[in-house]
């Protein structure tokens, strides 16, 4: 069993910064990627950032060069250093993991999401 466990939302101003966390627990042999998703209310859920196993990046337009995805592999965890909050980036933040399971399975998991809000 994997137990993913986020942390870091909250309200903040426009042009502040906030670093999102996600450690993924459990019987993982190996990651193959690990991501984070937003959902904005009545909107569907967009992938923000990605980072694979060999360390590739990949980002949405509306984010690129204001956010960026990190990882700590000895630890199964991931980070979103997002800068320059703008009010268009609140959503709901959801980690996501594909990895393989210790006994040879597959595994796409996700968080519960964390609430990011920028307002004045």
């Known amino acids: 069993q994997v137990q993913m466990v986020e942390s870091g939302g909250g309200l903040v101003q426009p042009g502040e910064s906030l670093r999102l966390s996600c450690a993924a627990a459990g019987n993982i042999l190996s990651i193959n990627a690990m991501g984070w998703y937003r959902q904005a209310p009545g909107k569907q859920r967009d992938l923000v950032a990605i980072?694979?196993?060999?360390?590739?990046?990949s980002y949405a337009n509306s984010v690129r060069g204001r956010f960026t995805i990190s990882r700590d592999s000895a630890q199964n965890t991931v980070y979103l250093q997002m800068n320059s909050l703008k009010p268009e980036d609140t959503a709901v933040y959801y980690c996501?993991?594909?990895?393989?399971?210790?006994?040879?399975?597959?595994?796409?998991?996700w968080g519960r999401g964390t609430l990011v809000t920028v307002s004045s």
């Open positions: 996501n993991v594909d990895a393989v399971l210790d006994w040879g399975g597959h595994l796409d998991a």
């Open positions: 980072i694979h196993s060999d360390g590739t990046t």
